[in-house]
């Protein structure tokens, strides 16, 4: 107290109390500033609420709510989106194609802000498009703010460049020149022969009529939680003052965070859009995700999985970001596409009349088991069958997986149409009526075995042919194995894929031959799955690609590892087992002379199909525990061993090498080690 009380503390103690007083007068202050400026999440909510009831009522048709401040809007109108990259075509083509489907009166304009060819212009004037030409503004972009995408793309760029090295098709983009593709959106209101337009993210899809949003008053859009302005869809009215605002703001917020849109700096009255206009596959976990998916207008795939490129991209949390019903819907809409620019060709077009995936899709869309989580402690069997053969040894089998309590149920996949379910195999099906189940097919095809089942109940699936044994101790410990990394593949026969840099193919080799042992594919023949991966392939992947493996009548296995791989970024895991038999071999695919030289040629067809190698090859495997120890040498001893060993792997590479040729594959490389390795 004595020390407070000296005239000259005094004197130096009251600038600074006057300076904290004043700071916290200034951010109160600038807290309801903000609270002014900003929309909060609760009064979001409540916004959002507010629109969700009255939205869809069932006494009202139209969209527009009775107390907004929606418009009489009678003048000229105009849906926008935009090109920043050639692989945007795609995604474009659909959503202008989707937009003509609904009948709008309005405009549909693409700005194109970097070349694009001369087909892929008259494509989307035939789909009913009006290009506008412009250039894309340039940002320099705050190394500080870098997203984790736009640091993880530098440190790939080396990869990349080995990628491309070994016949990988597929660049990426920069994440960074997407952002500014994504701020260039602004350039909308540059369209002042418009009265009113609705600028739309490339990557969306429309689903039906939505003319009535130009009823809405000007600034609308949908908002993310924290009223962060959604740019992927706004409707606004263009003007040239705006805009050359809007580009200076954007400019001078280089430094703004990846995460917070610089159009928040700008507006103040933002009307918030109803989420039926822009529904994303994140909403799937929302309190409101039954009304948003029921009543849905357009679908927005920005930041989830791309139908369009899903199965090479290696989508983050993959498990969270899609939508069956958005990419089936997606991909049905691309086909409509396909027809009508005539890309396909006439043998595809064919093939997706008689073999194509929309009656399999829909009904397993249609009849899907409805469960808040999928059963993680049991596992499923897809057991494939085709030949009279197997008529016989088929039960033995299915009895072996009904001693499991970890199996679930039992699906069995009727590939022959012609072929009659014998007694012994009907009466198996009686008495197990609630477990064992028969899917019989229309058509004969190894896409079957990937055919989603809408009765599946369980996370993991066990992907299994007839003529393939081993113990069930075994098989459930694969299954312990996939619950630890649900994000492989876990199988018993592996196999590997080896470029070769003479004729820059790709070769289909044995894993144990490579030096040191790897693999970077696991053989169908006794598998676990993710159920998810089921319809990801009969209702995502092209259908050029189900239908190389229909005319190849092989490969499927190959093409799931591709698949799985793609998505989730994981390589195989395989079992070790001393037991595991296949007695099919007998005019089997994998009997042929050929076999190895297909899988090859398919190794490397596939690679062109899917844009890029996508297999990650790995050199450990699961053994069932063993007692070792530390053995007993002297250091002379040691040092002569390591010398062997060396010289050994160094005449290994040399025949390896020479293994290249197609010679050496057919004859020099051996027969498997084991019966592990039968089969593919």
């Given at each position: 107290?004595?020390i ?11 600038p600074?109390m006057v300076?904290?007083?004043?700071i916290n007068v ?5 807290f ?11 009064s979001?909510?409540n916004?959002?609420d507010d ?5 869809f009522?069932p006494?009202r048709e139209?969209?527009v709510l ?10 000229k109108?105009?849906?926008v ?6 692989e945007?075509i795609t995604?474009?083509r ?6 003509q489907?609904t ?6 304009l693409v700005m194109?802000?970097?070349p694009?060819?001369?087909t892929n ?5 035939d789909l009913?498009?009006?290009?506008v030409d412009?250039?894309?503004?340039e ?10 995408d ?8 080396q990869a990349d ?5 070994e016949g990988?098709?597929?660049?990426e ?5 997407r ?20 600028y739309?993210?490339?990557?969306m899809?429309?689903?039906?009529n939505?003319?009535d949003?130009?009823q809405e008053?000007p600034?609308?859009?949908?908002l ?6 959604d ?5 606004l009215?263009?003007?040239?003052p705006?805009y ?7 400019i ?11 159009l ?5 009255d ?6 039926v ?10 309190d409101?995700s ?6 849905a207008?357009?679908y927005?795939y920005?930041g989830?999985?791309?139908?369009w ?7 983050k949390?993959?498990r969270n ?6 990419i ?11 027809t009508?620019l005539?890309?396909?060709s006439?043998?595809l077009?064919?093939?997706?009349k008689v073999r194509g995936?929309k ?12 469960m808040?989580?999928r059963i993680?402690?049991?596992y ?10 197997r008529?016989?040894?088929?039960p033995f089998v299915?009895?072996?997986?009904l001693m499991?309590?970890?199996v679930?149920k ?11 379910v ?6 198996l ?5 609630d477990?064992?189940f ?5 058509v ?13 109940r369980t ?14 101790e075994?098989?459930?410990l694969?299954?312990?194995a996939?619950?630890?990394q649900?994000?492989s ?6 196999r ?8 820059q193919a ?5 894993a144990y031959k490579?030096?040191?042992?790897r693999?970077?594919i696991?053989?169908t023949k ?6 998810h ?8 992947l ?5 239908k190389y493996?229909?005319?190849?009548i092989?490969c499927?296995?190959?093409?799931m590892?591709f ?11 395989h079992?070790v087992?001393?037991e595991?038999y296949?007695?099919?071999l007998?005019?089997g ?7 190895w ?8 067809r596939i690679?062109e199909?899917f844009g890029?190698?996508?297999l990650?090859?790995?050199k450990?495997?699961l053994v069932?525990y ?6 007993s ?6 040092l ?7 010289s050994?792997?160094q005449?290994?590479?040399e025949?390896?090498?020479e293994?290249?040729e ?7 490389w051996?027969?498997?080690?084991s019966l592990a390795?039968?089969g593919?």
């Open positions: 107290m004595r407070a009380r000296h005239p000259s503390i005094k004197r130096t103690l009251r600074r300076f904290l007083i004043a200034l951010s109160v202050l600038g309801f500033v903000w609270r002014e400026r900003y929309v909060t999440k609760e979001l909510l916004m959002m629109r969700l009831k009255a939205v009522s006494e139209v969209t009775e107390n907004s401040a929606s418009t009489n809007f009678t003048g109108a105009a849906y989106t935009s090109i920043c990259f050639e945007d995604p474009v659909v959503l202008v194609h989707s937009l489907e009948g709008t009166m309005a405009d549909i194109i802000m970097s694009i060819s001369d212009r008259s494509e989307l004037v009913g498009a009006k290009l412009t250039s894309m503004i940002l320099a972009i705050d190394d500080s703010q870098k997203s984790k736009e640091e993880s793309f530098e440190n790939k760029e460049e080995l990628l491309k090295s990988n098709l597929k660049p983009v920069d994440p960074k020149k952002r500014q593709c994504k701020s260039n959106s602004i350039q909308a209101w540059r369209l002042i022969e418009y009265d009113r337009v609705l739309m993210s490339s990557e899809l429309v689903l039906q939505v003319d949003i130009f008053p600034f609308t859009t949908t993310e939680l924290g009223g962060i302005i740019e992927s869809i706004m409707l009215e263009p003007s040239m705006v050359k605002e809007l580009k200076k703001v954007m001078n917020t280089w430094h703004v965070p990846h995460d917070v849109g610089f928040n700096y700008f507006f103040k933002i009307h918030p859009l109803n989420p206009y822009n529904v994303k596959a994140k909403y799937a976990g929302t409101y039954r009304y948003i998916f029921g009543n207008r357009i927005n920005e989830t999985m791309k139908p490129s899903f199965w090479y991209q290696e989508p949390d993959w970001s899609f939508n069956e019903h958005m089936f819907r997606w991909q049905q809409m691309s086909y409509e596409v396909s009508k005539k890309l396909d006439h043998d077009q064919e093939w997706r995936s009656d399999v899709c829909e009904n397993y869309l249609a009849n899907k088991v409805s808040p989580d993680m402690d049991k499923s069997v897809l057991l494939a069958t085709h030949s009279l053969k008529q016989e040894t088929l299915i009895n072996q997986f499991s309590p970890r679930d039992i699906f069995v996949i009727w590939h022959n149409k012609n072929m009659k014998s007694s012994n195999i009907r009466q099906l009686n008495e197990h009526k477990t064992v028969l899917l019989n097919q229309t004969d095809s190894l896409n079957n075995r990937f055919n989603p089942v809408p009765e599946l996370g993991a699936v066990l992907i299994a042919d007839d003529d393939v044994w081993t113990p069930m075994d098989i459930d694969a299954f312990e996939w619950q630890r649900p994000d593949l876990v199988g018993f026969a592996p590997v894929e080896c470029y070769d840099p003479k004729t790709y070769k289909y080799c044995w490579m030096t040191p042992p693999y970077s696991i053989l006794l598998m676990f799955m993710d159920e991966f089921l319809f990801l392939w009969r209702c995502g092209p259908d050029h690609i189900l493996v229909d005319d190849l092989n499927e296995d190959i093409a590892n698949l799985m791989t793609g998505v989730t970024g994981q390589p195989p895991f079992i087992t001393d595991v296949d007695f099919g007998d005019g695919i994998s009997s042929k002379s050929t076999h030289q297909v899988r090859g040629e398919c190794i490397q690679t199909l890029r190698n996508t990650k090859s790995v450990g495997s069932r063993k007692e070792t120890d530390f053995l040498t002297t250091w002379e001893n040691f002569g061993m390591i010398r062997d060993k060396e050994r792997e005449s290994f590479l025949v390896q090498d293994g290249f197609e010679s050496a594959l057919a004859n020099d051996g027969s498997p080690p390795n039968l593919h």
